[in-house]
């Protein structure tokens, strides 16, 4: 006759018996290596994006009195949409272009007032000091082109 103990032991066997065999017929679950964190204009703009993002800033950090916080944020925006409006209008996607300009305008009348170079000279609008800004990138490339 078995005992109660030797028949616990028989089933706590043939249980461990059983989920061993079920954990090597069972497929294992993929373990997927967690993402980097990626920038977020790693995810809105491409490598060839890149240069004239970080040319538009520079100047707008060169030519503007820019806080740490909210005009630092604006003129990250400011690049990005600027990039992306070029863009827009070469695809011919002229309602985005129109969208993503009104965006555009709306960040630059936000920021502080383009100090001058001379002192004595009136100060630029915004809007102006982008378009001087994108022509002369422009045609620095296509000096380079040349």
């Known amino acids: 006759m078995i005992s109660g103990e030797m028949f616990q032991k028989a089933i706590l ?83 985005d272009a129109e969208r993503i300009n009104r965006m555009l305008c709306s960040h630059l009348d936000a920021l502080p007032t383009v100090q001058a170079d001379d002192p004595t000279a009136e100060p630029k609008r915004n809007q102006a000091w982008a378009t001087s800004v994108l022509n002369s990138l422009n045609q620095q490339e296509q000096q380079a082109a040349v």
Request: charged letters at 35%; glycine letters at 4%; aromatic letters at 6%.
């Open 13 to 95: 066997a043939n249980k461990e018996a059983e989920r061993k065999r079920r954990s090597e017929t069972e497929p294992k679950p993929e373990i997927k290596p967690e993402p980097k964190p990626r920038h977020l204009f790693d995810k809105l703009l491409t490598a060839d994006d890149f240069p004239l993002f970080l040319s538009l800033i520079a100047a707008l950090e060169r030519d503007f009195n820019l806080n740490r916080s909210s005009d630092c944020l604006r003129s990250l925006l400011i690049g990005a949409n600027t990039v992306k409006l070029i863009g827009a209008m070469e695809r011919g996607h002229f309602a």
